[in-house]
């Protein structure tokens, strides 16, 4: 039985599958509508979330399944006590898959470690967040018609933004990516997904300035400064308004620049950008959709 916890744990081959899948569902969608006929997916959300837990829900009811869900986690037994590992094989008893996001990191491998039923990591801490990796894998593959060669800009929260660590593991492993990491000081990447670029053989640098930067990429990954996992607010305040993409800005850019965030945006991108036809984040989150689906088929083993 296979779980998604890490991005890692999918091979080159099975991510060029899972985003051929993925593409054939948004031309055939009908093709797929009962593929999960009597399965049910649960998920298990101890964080808030929009975007990655309706995309669960959405991918599984367009597979023709079910979807049961917690309210809110204050309302599950978590707030009794229950450890995520009895959660796990007790959920294991009543869906056939499981997507966890949860607050501490490492809490969804404890949760796979414990169930009988495969389990998704949709988002632990800081740590990791692979399905929003594949998202951005079939964004990156349907508007650049590439994963090679590319020189991506991730700008922001690159200290806590799980999204950007899972993003940066992923990429490494593809051939000549250049990575220019914009970010405050305070919010540089951390040493060990350094480490990754580092040891795949690709260049890096770090900056501060986004509009230095704009004119030399391909793609640039704007994110949210994380403000939940702070440990004070005054430095959160203090760093919240580092970056604002703005329609000025874009002029320094390439004509086919991809702009892409995972969402949710505050205020780092205006408004005024969503006409950019460079802009793709809300495509981005659409496509999470179908590389759900696609990973759901695959876990549950159903062709
Ligand atoms: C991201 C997350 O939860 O890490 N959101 C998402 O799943 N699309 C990004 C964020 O919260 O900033």
């Known amino acids: 039985m296979r779980h998604l916890i890490d991005i890692l744990e999918l091979s080159l081959t099975e991510l060029e599958e899972l985003v051929l899948v993925a593409s054939d569902i948004i031309d055939n969608p009908s093709k797929y509508s009962e593929?999960?006929?009597?399965?049910?997916?649960?998920?298990?959300?101890?964080?808030?979330?929009?975007?990655?837990?309706?995309?669960?829900?959405?991918?599984?009811?367009?597979?023709g399944g079910n979807?049961?869900?917690?309210?809110?986690?204050?309302?599950?037994?978590?707030?009794?006590?229950?450890?995520?590992?009895?959660?796990?094989?007790?959920?294991s008893c009543y869906a056939d898959i499981i997507a966890m996001r949860h607050p501490k990191e490492g809490a969804p491998l404890v949760a796979s470690k414990n169930a009988t039923i495969p389990v998704i990591n949709a988002g632990d801490g800081g740590h990791h967040h692979p399905t929003q990796t594949l998202a951005d894998l079939l964004t990156i593959h349907r508007e650049k018609g590439r994963f090679d060669n590319l020189t991506i800009g991730?700008?922001?929260?690159?200290?806590?933004?799980?999204?950007?660590?899972?993003?940066?593991?992923?990429?490494?492993?593809?051939?000549?990516?250049?990575?220019v990491l914009i970010s405050p000081e305070e919010l540089r990447v951390p040493e060990y997904v350094k480490n990754i670029i580092v040891d795949a053989g690709h260049s890096f640098k770090e900056v501060k300035s986004l509009d230095e930067s704009m004119a030399e990429l391909d793609i640039l990954y704007m994110t949210r400064v994380q403000r939940e996992r702070f440990f004070n607010e005054e430095e959160y305040l203090r760093l919240k308004d580092s970056y604002i993409l703005t329609t000025d800005k874009l002029n320094l850019a390439k004509?086919?620049?991809?702009?892409?965030?995972?969402?949710?945006?505050?205020?780092?991108?205006?408004?005024?950008?969503?006409?950019?036809?460079?802009?793709?984040?809300?495509?981005?989150?659409?496509?999470?959709?179908?590389?759900?689906?696609?990973?759901?088929?695959?876990?549950?083993?159903?062709?």
């Not at 940066?168 to 250049?178: C, E, G, T, V």
């Open 35 to 63: 593929k999960c006929k009597g399965k049910k997916l649960a998920t298990l959300f101890f964080e808030p979330s929009t975007r990655t837990r309706l995309s669960f829900e959405a991918a599984m009811y367009e597979l």
């Open 67 to 91: 979807v049961l869900t917690m309210a809110d986690a204050s309302s599950s037994s978590a707030s009794k006590g229950e450890s995520v590992a009895d959660t796990a094989k007790m959920i």
């Open 154 to 179: 991730l700008c922001g929260d690159l200290k806590f933004g799980r999204t950007v660590h899972s993003l940066i593991h992923a990429m490494s492993r593809y051939k000549n990516i250049n990575f």
């Open 255 to 303: 004509e086919d620049l991809v702009i892409m965030h995972p969402l949710p945006r505050v205020n780092e991108i205006s408004v005024a950008v969503d006409n950019d036809k460079r802009a793709c984040y809300f495509k981005q989150a659409l496509y999470g959709k179908y590389m759900r689906m696609a990973l759901i088929l695959k876990l549950l083993e159903i062709k």
